[in-house]
């Protein structure tokens, strides 16, 4: 942390912008706001001109998986494919480019992206050995629920073979091993630098990292070796419930520069996209758990909440269906546990006043709308109205958080905000535009909590090329980002 004199630029705020003024950020905060051109700054510190930009608070991204969305680029996508057969004739080919190119016959292949749900021919792993043969391949949902892997994977991980897709509770242990299998791609650590750098260059100033693997073990050790830039905030699994508690750590204490120990990460239930989400009336139509799946007893739910909060801990619970969420409330109120609802995608309206009544954030996805209407119109039917609630949940005055669960969806801000605000692609008419919220709530719904840069503000602060409220929001370019008053993105002329 520096002395840093921003200069000429424009505080977004919800009446709209005033006039140009000059920021002063010291030891880590906004500690000075004054007319343009009247800060000088400190003998070492430096001077960014933002030359009439738009100025607001840093951007979180509330659910990521990053060291999985760091591997995204790296990997084979299937994104769009639209049968087994369809997602086989891209995988062939890259099995065949692998094999050609000499590689040995152990090192895996890994694809993500595909989106089963409407498929109407069954995927089996018969059919993937035919085009992979004895090289490892495991193919990734689009929603990260479920996995294609074939048999040498399977034997390369010591588990036993399967006929077909690996789904929720099944599927999440084998997705947790990935790295056992070896792509022999970009290390770990270069694919992170690029996605750390892309996040700061989207106006992110901190994650709320779910990595399967629990990320509190794995974020100070990454610190130490050069990564770093962003805040981060390392969820848990139940598998590392007892080693936190043993710590006696509590959720927001820090872990390394910049890291705090974050919520326990608890899933309910499934996702739609696997057709498991957990839901009180039967699918319509395409799944064959008529009403989703539950991955966790009521019971052993209660009991998880009311550990982690006589601990100090948070807790962050994925329910999707509206029998997750709906049973995830009343945990809450037996337990008096305090945490987020993460997606809370499909909810009785009934349910949405008793949100309101708890100390929890809806932490929500709104980009995966643009992924599940077609889905949820099919499936959903008869309830696709109460699909992605936010302006319902806002208005009760629960508080929403933005994600993009990457690599379920991109790790952009821009995008979620975009989707929140519009319901649609562009192009496309909105999709239940009762539940739009303006630009306002999603902006600051994606702060962290933080208004308006004020005097005593963190100095984690984004320069925009252009205003948020005039511009639709996926076409917002950033210009700097600031965090802890140091800046880590910039395409802006600075003596710093």
């Not at 590689?103 to 409407?118: F, N, Q, T, W």
């Not at 509206?322 to 409330?329: E, G, K, N, P, T």
């Not at 208004?451 to 320069?463: A, E, I, Q, T, W």
């Amino acid at each position: 942390m520096t002395d840093l004199v921003i200069t000429r630029a424009r505080v977004v705020r919800p009446e709209g912008g005033g006039p140009l003024v000059d920021l002063r950020v010291t030891g880590g905060v906004v500690n000075e706001i004054a007319p343009a051109g009247a800060l000088a700054p400190a003998p070492s510190g430096g001077v960014l001109d933002a030359d009439g930009r738009w100025l607001i608070p840093g951007l979180w991204d509330q659910h990521v998986h990053m060291t999985t969305w760091a591997a995204f680029s790296d990997r084979l996508d299937l994104t769009g494919t639209t049968s087994p057969a369809d997602l086989l004739g891209r995988v062939g080919p890259a099995v065949a480019a692998l094999d050609a190119s000499g590689v040995g016959k152990d090192r895996a292949l890994i694809g993500m992206g595909y989106r089963a749900s409407l498929w109407q021919e069954p995927a089996t792993v018969a059919a993937l050995d035919d085009v992979t043969g004895a090289r490892p391949v495991v193919l990734i949902g689009g929603d990260a629920h479920n996995g294609w892997v074939n048999s040498a994977a399977l034997r390369a991980l010591g588990l036993p073979v399967r006929a077909g897709i690996l789904d929720e509770n099944d599927w999440f242990p084998v997705m947790a091993r990935l790295a056992e299998l070896g792509e022999g791609v970009r290390s770990e650590h270069e694919q992170l630098q690029s996605a750390l750098h892309g996040a700061a260059s989207r106006g992110i100033v901190g994650i709320t990292d779910f990595e399967f693997e629990s990320s509190h073990r794995t974020w100070p050790d990454r610190v130490a070796a050069g990564l770093g830039g962003l805040r981060v905030r390392t969820g848990f699994y139940e598998d590392a419930l007892t080693e936190v508690l043993d710590s006696g750590l509590r959720t927001g204490d820090p872990l390394a520069d910049l890291v705090t120990l974050g919520p326990l990460k608890i899933i309910s239930d499934g996702s739609l996209g696997t057709l498991t989400a957990n839901c009180c009336d039967p699918y319509v139509a395409g799944s064959p758990h008529p009403r989703g799946k539950r991955n966790i007893s009521q019971d052993h739910l209660v009991e998880l909440l009311a550990t982690a909060s006589a601990a100090g801990l948070d807790v962050a619970l994925h329910a999707i269906g509206d029998r997750a969420v709906s049973d995830a409330l009343s945990a809450f109120e037996q337990t008096g546990a305090r945490g987020s609802i993460e997606h809370a995608q499909l909810m009785r309206r009934s349910d949405v006043g008793r949100m309101a009544a708890l100390p929890l954030r809806a932490s929500v996805q709104p980009a995966h709308l643009l992924d599940d209407r077609t889905v949820t119109d099919h499936v959903w039917a008869d309830r696709a109205d109460r699909a992605f609630m936010l302006r319902s949940l806002s208005d009760a005055g629960v508080p929403l958080a933005l994600g993009s669960d990457a690599p379920v969806s991109a790790l952009d801000p821009w995008l979620a905000i975009d989707a929140a605000v519009w319901r649609a692609d562009e192009g496309d008419a909105p999709w239940y535009p009762d539940e739009r919220i303006d630009t306002t709530r999603a902006l600051f719904a994606s702060t962290n909590g933080a208004g308006p840069v004020k005097v005593g503000s963190r100095g984690d602060l984004v320069l925009l090329d252009n205003d948020p409220f005039a511009t639709r929001p996926r076409h917002v370019r950033v210009a700097a980002t600031i965090v802890d008053g140091d800046p880590v993105f910039m395409t802006v002329d600075s003596s710093y």
